[in-house]
């Protein structure tokens, strides 16, 4: 079973991550991932951008399921007011 810190160290090991948190049972996840990379990207991209680095972890079914929030700074900043 996979843990939130895990999944947290596999997205950030791929992706430059301003604000990074990720949450989660072991096999189903949530993520809040702000990564000035996403600048330009629609959200299907940024999202088919964190799933290709966790695939092989998707694919052997160590990990179950993701669901994110894929932010730019900007967004993030504006989301928090």
Known sequence: MMQPD???TL??????????RVEGDGR???ALIV??????QSRVRR????????????????LHALS???LTPEEWSALRG
């Not at 990564?35 to 330009?40: D, M, P």
């Open 6 to 8: 895990r999944v947290k």
């Open 11 to 20: 997205i950030a090991d791929g992706l430059p991550c301003e604000t990074l």
């Open 28 to 30: 189903h996840f949530e």
């Open 35 to 40: 990564s000035a990379r996403f600048a330009g």
């Open 47 to 62: 999202q088919q951008t964190v799933n290709a680095l966790l695939r092989p972890y998707f694919d052997s079914g160590e």
């Open 68 to 70: 994110m929030k894929t």
